[in-house]
Nanobody, 120 residues
Framework: QVQLVESGGGLVQAGGSLRLSCAAS????????MAWYRQGPGKQRELVAQ???????NYADSVKGRFTISRDNAKNTVYLQMNSLKPEDTAVYYC??????????????WGQGTQVTVSS
């Protein structure tokens, strides 16, 4: 079993910054792709940013130049640094990790979600 714990959400004024973290623990052999998704009020869940094990990144157009995804493989943790936040960034943010367990079983795991609210 693998557990994900997210932290770092909160309330911030427009133009401010937040850093989200998502730490994985449990039966982990390796973590391949790591990603952050978000779901705003009345909207579908969308991909915000993704990072491969090798460090290649991909961002939604709406966050390019403002958000940075990074990972610490030794800590099984993925981060999302969010700068220049806008009210439209308000959403519940979820991490998603593709994990290979110690017995070589691969699965996708979701964090519990953390609320980010940006006031105007």
């Amino acid at each position: 079993q693998v557990q994900l714990v997210e932290s770092g959400g909160g309330l911030v004024q427009a133009g401010g910054s937040l850093r989200l973290s998502c730490a994985a623990s449990g039966s982990i052999r390796s973590i391949n792709a790591m990603a952050w998704y978000r779901q705003g009020p009345g909207k579908q869940r969308e991909l915000v940013a993704q990072i491969t094990r090798g460090g290649s990144t991909n961002y939604a157009d709406s966050v390019k130049g403002r958000f940075t995804i990074s990972r610490d493989n030794a800590k099984n943790t993925v981060y999302l640094q969010m700068n220049s936040l806008k009210p439209e960034d308000t959403a519940v943010y979820y991490c998603n990790l593709h994990v290979t367990s110690r017995i070589y079983v691969s699965n996708s795991y979701w964090g519990q979600g953390t609320q980010v609210t940006v006031s105007s």
